[in-house]
């Protein structure tokens, strides 16, 4: 089986607090954005942490997505690891309406053996700003931002 | 609490097929890795994979390390999440030494919210042979390695 992958890690700032503490609902929607991206649930596993905030992983078939929640600084840490065909940028869209977020900020990296060369090559790393219809593009590099 | 983590995303190649087909060992394996590098397991899910492989999360209170391999190439994508005093390296020297990989590439990326600047920055990238003993740097860079 082809080892190619890609994988956003994505920070989302700005969210709101109450969604970004509703282990339910962020365990709904992760279920829901790895659907949305064409993957397959296989198992998952989220927890509540204290005083605030939630951790949780749903592996799928085509690897897996993270997330880890501090509603106290509106701020979640995402992860989308997909292999095959699923689309990782379907579920970013997907989680950033979901949890209400402001900002993201997405580091996109292609991972995977290759022919040759390295297995992890960074594709872009982005700043967008986070609307309830579209997402608009602050600034984009194929090199890290700078500070 | 602090949102600031590290994480390692870590590619392992020409690991032992059979030691990336093992699931109990792979499980017991990241589970050991979590307690080397000073961190505490919340809940973990492995599953196999047809006809090979594995997939792993542990999620630990400090974020998650997770695993996913295919023994036919050898090959082992896992990423070392942490926040607060655990230290992912460690986590990583346990587990190339447990699959018995030749070489390691590595992106270490810094998460987190600052007092300004980024969320995401990339502090390096480096390609490691793996020995019994010891990981002897190939190279690396503060910038995106060339592929």
Redesign the interface.
């Known amino acids: 089986?082809n080892?190619r992958?890609r994988?956003l890690?994505v920070?989302y700032?700005g969210c709101t607090a109450q969604a970004l503490n509703d282990l339910k609902r962020i365990e709904q929607l992760m279920n829901q954005a790895v659907r949305a991206a064409g993957a397959t649930v296989?198992?998952?596993?989220f927890?509540p942490?204290e005083p605030?905030?939630v951790?949780?992983?749903v592996?799928i078939?085509e690897?897996?997505i993270?997330i880890?929640t501090?509603p106290?600084?509106g701020?979640a840490?995402v992860?989308f690891?997909t292999?095959g065909q699923a689309d990782p940028e379907i579920a970013h869209e997907f989680l950033a309406a979901g949890l209400g977020a402001a900002h993201a900020?997405?580091?996109y990296?292609d991972?995977?053996?290759g022919a040759?060369?390295?297995?992890?090559?960074?594709r872009s790393?982005r700043?967008e700003h986070c609307g309830a219809d579209d997402h608009a593009l602050i600034e984009q590099s194929a090199?890290?931002?700078?500070?």
Chains 1, 2 share one sequence.
Do not use: K
């Open positions: 089986m080892t992958g994988h890690l920070e700032t296989v198992a998952s596993v927890q942490f605030h905030g951790s949780g992983v592996v078939e690897s897996h993270s880890h501090w106290e600084h701020y840490a992860d690891y292999c900020e997405v580091m990296v991972r995977g053996m040759e060369g390295r297995n992890l090559r960074l790393h700043a090199a890290p931002l700078a500070i």
